[in-house]
């Protein structure tokens, strides 16, 4: 208790430096702390998002053993991409390494709710990489040859997974494609600062930096039919997107058929508590639920904002930010592009994002963010556990948006039936050093001690991981810090991996990043203040 308390000293002067900055008041500031101080599971009543609608592999939905298993090599808690991507790396490895012959994983995913209820399952569906912005922050914080290799790793991602889902015929039904992605600048003075990044991005990285074309106000929105009224400039560049919930349960149905001897979901299964055995040498951890309890030897959280809720050392260092999304149908005006364009509406403070759906799909238009239209300017949305309910002022936002934004002539009336077909909301884990956390966790931040000599068929090492804290970038962050994870548990990453789909070659230190990896002096160090110096 002692250790606790004094954790949340450490957050309480942590955060006030955030409010000393962003001059917000006391009551405000208490509010948060007490939020991002909680213990709290996810809502079991959550707004269904339009992703989750009709789902392709029902059965997969709340898919679960009649008894929950009990033992498991390795626990995986999340069903979301992070999740899945361990999954799969775990799984597929089986053929390249040689020991798995005499013993291959018993894997066992957790989940609280529905099959990827969270954040995959929620998100904006962008596959989306702004070097030009990520390239600055990074190169302040870490100079530029460290700045260079974190880059790398978000720009794998869309090749990455565009090559998985060209491979794997069961996950046509994401609609993973590349598009064309165009940022709409509403400021003066952030056009200015952003057409400054663009050109040390282009100094510094050219191969990123050649990507992107720079626009003009009047020129940029004649060329990409957006409204004149409030655009200052654009900026365009290579991304992707695709159906994320689609792309996460196509796959974990493909290795239920795959792998059933030795692969299960337990969906509507939260993990309340886990603890250690100091006799438990085989199966050292056990793993609470409301279903019972089951032993394992790994046990890794990949359940982005929530995995702080298991991990006493994250209090105040993992946290959610409450985000919304809408499903909404075009205007009549608005340009037919087949899902090949994605958009970024950049203001002053926040931003929008938009992509749209194939038109043999539907065509919808996803419109996501509004996050400073909050009562509190967003401040009352960090610290929100909750995907169960709206911001109504951000709602209403979101519904007046894209005419705004492209105007009455690339817009036109509303169609027939209204412009809003579906509004939902979803927790996205945020760092206070806004970097994922990956790898091994020390046991001074889980508070659990393992027995010495805990291993699982004589060679590796029993241990907690985490692949989480992706602040609503997860899908150019999240699946690699996955791939990642999921060798590291199985004592591969310094092994000479081939390239396959969903997998670079090589060993896991040439392409994981070490600013990722989720280290005791890392997470100590990390304070919320360093959050207000980067927002």
Known sequence: MGQILSRLRNVYHDIQAVFTELSTTARQFEALLSRISLRTLPSPNPTVSFWQQNPPFPNLVSTASATLPAHADIVIIGSGISGASIAYTILTSRSRDNDFKHHFPRVVMLE??????????RNGGHIKHTAYTDYAGLKKQFGKTRAKSVLQFGRRHLPTLLHLTRERKDLEVAEAREVETVDIFTDQDTWAKTKRMVEELNRDVPEAGDEISVYEGAEGCEKYNVGVDHCVGIITYPAGAMWPYRFVTALLSGLLADYSEYFSIETNTPVTEVQTSPTGAGH??????????IS??????????????LIPGLTGKLFPVRGHMSAQTPGTQFPGLNGARSWGIIGNRGFDYITQRPAA????????????????????????????????????????????????????????????????????GFTVDLLPYVGRLDPKLTGRKLPKRSRWDGSRTAGEWISAGFQGEGMVLAWLSGVAVGLMAMGMDEVEMDARPGMPGGKVSEWLPRELLCSRRRVERGSVSQLATML
Not at 112 to 121: E, I, K, L
Not at 296 to 309: K, P
Request: some cysteine; glycine content about 18%; proline content about 5%.
């Open 361 to 428: 799909g539907g065509g919808e238009l996803m419109v996501g963010g509004g996050m400073v239209q909050s009562p509190e300017r967003g401040i009352d949305e960090f610290g929100v556990w909750g995907d169960d309910r709206l911001s109504y002022p951000v709602r209403a936002y979101l519904d007046g948006l894209m005419p705004a934004v492209f105007g009455e002539k690339n817009w036109g009336q509303d169609a027939d039936g209204g412009r809003m077909k579906h509004v939902w909301s979803g927790c996205m």
């Open 112 to 121: 609280a709710r529905n099959v990827c209820s969270g954040a995959t399952g």
């Open 296 to 309: 394992a030897t790994q046990v890794i959280h990949a359940t982005d904002a929530f995995a702080s809720n």
């Open 284 to 293: 050292p951890y056990t793993i609470y639920t409301p279903r019972g309890h």
